[in-house]
């Protein structure tokens, strides 16, 4: 009768010492195919280009970190102190509280504008199929090629005639026309593809046009939406044209132009820029944090459809 404690002992570890296990084979090298070739090029191109994508941020945040002294004596060496004074010369100099709300301000009141005209103005000439409609689309078309700096003096006399400069409503309303034309190419465009089966739907039970478009439209348009407000909200944020030529009160002006109000026509202090520069681009990246799902699947969605 065989014990229940007993075990077999394998053939092949017969003969082996206790507590040593066998060699590992050696690995046969793969050869190096056309295929593996193009997967390890690929990769290698994708690690240098994310190091020079994110290489300039880095030294932007550890240069700003560093005193003038250490920067002057060798600009690209490693540092060798740190300090947050910079920071704090930065913050006061150029009125990051006021001048961040005068960048809020502008920035929301300007999506909100483009958002609601351009999509008032992009499902009639989404639907309407008649020659005017066609024509006024690629009139707004034409508009998204027509560079800034070509309609900066016409906007300065109107808005001179109309009393709006030196005023937040004068820079939102020029935001706004600037990016109308865009706003409605992004709406036209993606309301097109949404199938009429939804309102043929709503005219049965009843709704008119404008009900149409706020209840079954403007919900679809979410997706898009996120995708336009990305794009124009840094576009707004970031610029520097508009505000130096139609804000001349040094109190209204926004953050960017603050922060890049240092740099002289002689000389650049880093140690004083770059703070600036990422104290200006701050609140972005804040909102962007918070938002990033929706701003991903908005942008996801919008280029699924």
């Known amino acids: 009768m065989t014990s229940p404690?007993?075990?077999?002992?394998?053939?092949?570890?017969?003969?082996?010492?206790?507590?040593?296990?066998?060699?590992?084979?050696?690995?046969?090298?793969?050869?190096?195919?056309?295929?593996?070739?193009?997967?390890?090029?690929?990769?290698?191109?994708?690690c240098l280009g994310t190091v020079l994508f994110v290489l300039p941020f880095v030294f932007t945040i550890v240069t700003s970190l560093r005193t003038a002294a250490d920067v002057a004596r060798s600009p690209l060496g490693i540092p060798h102190s740190f300090t947050l004074k910079n920071f704090t010369q930065?913050?006061?100099?150029?009125?990051?509280?006021?001048?961040?709300?005068?960048?809020?301000?502008?920035?929301?009141?300007?999506?909100?504008?483009?958002?609601?005209?351009?999509?008032?103005?992009?499902?009639?000439?989404?639907?309407?199929?008649?020659g005017w409609s066609t024509a006024v689309y690629r009139l707004f078309i034409l508009g998204t090629s027509i560079p800034v700096f070509v309609v900066v003096a016409p906007l300065y006399l109107l808005m001179r005639d109309l009393n709006l400069l030196d005023t937040y409503a004068g820079v939102v309303f020029i935001y706004t026309a600037l990016n109308l034309p865009l706003a409605?190419?992004?709406?036209?465009?993606?309301?097109?593809?949404?199938?009429?089966?939804?309102?043929?739907?709503?005219a049965?039970?009843?709704?008119?046009?404008?009900?149409?478009?706020?209840v079954i439209i403007l919900p679809l348009l979410r997706p898009v939406t996120s995708t336009l407000l990305?794009?124009?909200?840094?576009?707004?944020?970031?610029?520097?044209?508009?505000?130096?030529?139609?804000?001349?009160?040094?109190?209204?002006?926004?953050?960017?132009?603050?922060a890049y109000s240092f740099i002289d026509p002689h000389t650049v202090q880093p140690t004083t820029l770059?703070?600036?520069?990422?104290l200006?681009?701050?609140?972005?990246?804040?909102?962007?944090?918070?938002?990033?799902?929706?701003?991903?699947?908005?942008?996801?969605?919008?280029a699924v459809k």
Request: glycine share 8%; charged share 15%.
């Open 5 to 46: 404690l007993s075990t077999t002992v394998p053939p092949t570890e017969v003969g082996r010492p206790a507590g040593k296990r066998d060699a590992p084979r050696p690995r046969t090298a793969e050869p190096w195919t056309p295929r593996r070739l193009a997967a390890g090029l690929g990769t290698t191109v994708l």
């Open 90 to 130: 930065a913050f006061s100099q150029i009125h990051y509280g006021t001048s961040t709300l005068n960048t809020l301000l502008i920035t929301g009141l300007s999506c909100v504008l483009i958002t609601v005209l351009g999509a008032l103005a992009g499902y009639p000439l989404a639907r309407i199929t008649a």
């Open 184 to 202: 409605v190419f992004f709406y036209t465009s993606f309301i097109r593809q949404v199938p009429t089966d939804l309102e043929e739907a709503a």
């Open 204 to 214: 049965l039970d009843g709704c008119g046009a404008l009900r149409t478009f706020f």
């Open 230 to 258: 990305t794009f124009i909200s840094l576009q707004i944020w970031n610029d520097l044209l508009v505000p130096l030529v139609f804000l001349q009160d040094p109190g209204k002006r926004t953050v960017m132009v603050n």
């Open 274 to 278: 770059f703070p600036a520069a990422l």
């Open 280 to 302: 200006g681009v701050l609140p972005l990246f804040v909102i962007f944090i918070f938002f990033q799902r929706q701003m991903v699947a908005g942008m996801s969605a919008g």
